[in-house]
């Protein structure tokens, strides 16, 4: 039985990615090197620590501990002047009528993000009071894909894994769930996510028996 659904942020219910790639580009710009759209793919998932290592890996540039957390940062900031001006039109389309149809089918909703930047994204395109329950980058210590971001969603909402649908767009989001024990569904291209239970292309006209008919249980 399905009780709940947790819906990863960045690339599901908005397209924050197009922005983490901007600030990250200009932050290998100006260490002297470029890197592309679809190395940026990669990213998709990983915390910020974690996306700024490749990223300088990338280019071949080592730096100290202290550094790394100053270009971090400059990041973040450059980051946030994006998400700041972000408006409730920026979610990704299909999304609105989905969880309203969620929620009259009486399923909890729940968010799972790696983003410390999660709360005030979900404030800004005034989805906050939507869901449950909010775990975000700053609660999970540990990044995808280690399931603990959607098991904190789980035990807030008081459901086993085994009770929930994870949506994720990243290939390191759908290896937390499925990690976690959870139904895992793809948002994006099947070549990316093909060891989801399930890949859509995005919500546009999905009805929740269509994602349980296509992971194959029954509500
Ligand atoms: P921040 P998600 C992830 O969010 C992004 O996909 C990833 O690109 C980003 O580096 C990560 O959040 C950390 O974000 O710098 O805002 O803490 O897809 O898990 O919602
Ligand atoms: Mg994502």
Same mark, same amino acid.
């Given at each position: @039985?399905?009780?709940?659904? %947790?819906? /990863?942020?960045?690339?599901?219910?908005? $397209?924050?990615? &197009?922005?983490?790639? =901007?600030?990250?580009?200009?932050?290998?710009?100006?260490?002297?090197?470029?890197?592309?759209?679809?190395?940026?793919?990669?990213?998709?998932?990983?915390?910020?620590?974690?996306?700024?290592?490749?990223?300088?890996?990338?280019?071949?540039?080592?730096?100290?501990?202290?550094?790394?957390?100053?270009?971090?940062?400059?990041?973040?900031?450059?980051?946030?002047?994006?998400?700041?001006? @972000?408006?409730?039109?920026? %979610?990704? /389309?299909?999304?609105?009528?989905?969880? $309203?149809?969620? &929620?009259?089918?009486? =399923?909890?909703?729940?968010?799972?993000?790696?983003?410390?930047?999660?709360?005030?994204?979900?404030?800004?395109?005034?989805?906050?009071?939507?869901?449950?329950?909010?775990?975000?980058?700053?609660?999970?210590?540990?990044?995808?894909?280690?399931?603990?971001?959607?098991?904190?969603?789980?035990?807030?909402?008081?459901?086993?894994?085994?009770?929930?649908?994870?949506?994720?767009?990243?290939?390191?989001?759908?290896?937390?769930?499925?990690?976690?024990?959870?139904?895992?569904?793809?948002?994006?291209?099947?070549?990316?996510?093909?060891?989801?239970?399930?890949?859509?292309?995005?919500?546009?006209?999905?009805?929740?028996?269509?994602?349980?008919?296509?992971?194959?249980?029954?509500?």
């Amino acid at each position: @039985m399905i009780k709940a659904c %947790i819906f /990863d942020l960045d690339g599901v219910i908005v $397209d924050t990615a &197009k922005y983490h790639f =901007i600030a990250w580009r200009r932050l290998a710009n100006e260490l002297g090197f470029d890197f592309t759209e679809e190395e940026n793919e990669q990213l998709k998932g990983v915390s910020r620590m974690g996306s700024l290592e490749l990223i300088l890996q990338w280019g071949g540039v080592q730096m100290s501990e202290a550094d790394k957390l100053s270009w971090a940062a400059k990041k973040n900031e450059w980051y946030r002047e994006y998400i700041l001006k @972000m408006q409730p039109d920026e %979610i990704l /389309d299909g999304v609105m009528p989905f969880l $309203d149809h969620l &929620k009259e089918r009486g =399923i909890q909703l729940g968010l799972g993000s790696a983003s410390k930047n999660a709360s005030d994204i979900i404030t800004q395109v005034g989805l906050r009071d939507r869901f449950a329950s909010i775990v975000d980058g700053a609660k999970a210590t540990k990044s995808k894909p280690d399931p603990q971001v959607f098991l904190l969603g789980a035990m807030e909402l008081g459901r086993q894994p085994s009770e929930c649908i994870v949506f994720e767009d990243a290939a390191k989001g759908i290896d937390a769930a499925l990690n976690g024990g959870f139904y895992a569904v793809g948002i994006g291209k099947e070549a990316h996510l093909n060891h989801a239970h399930l890949v859509i292309p995005n919500f546009i006209g999905i009805t929740l028996d269509d994602i349980l008919n296509g992971i194959q249980i029954k509500a």
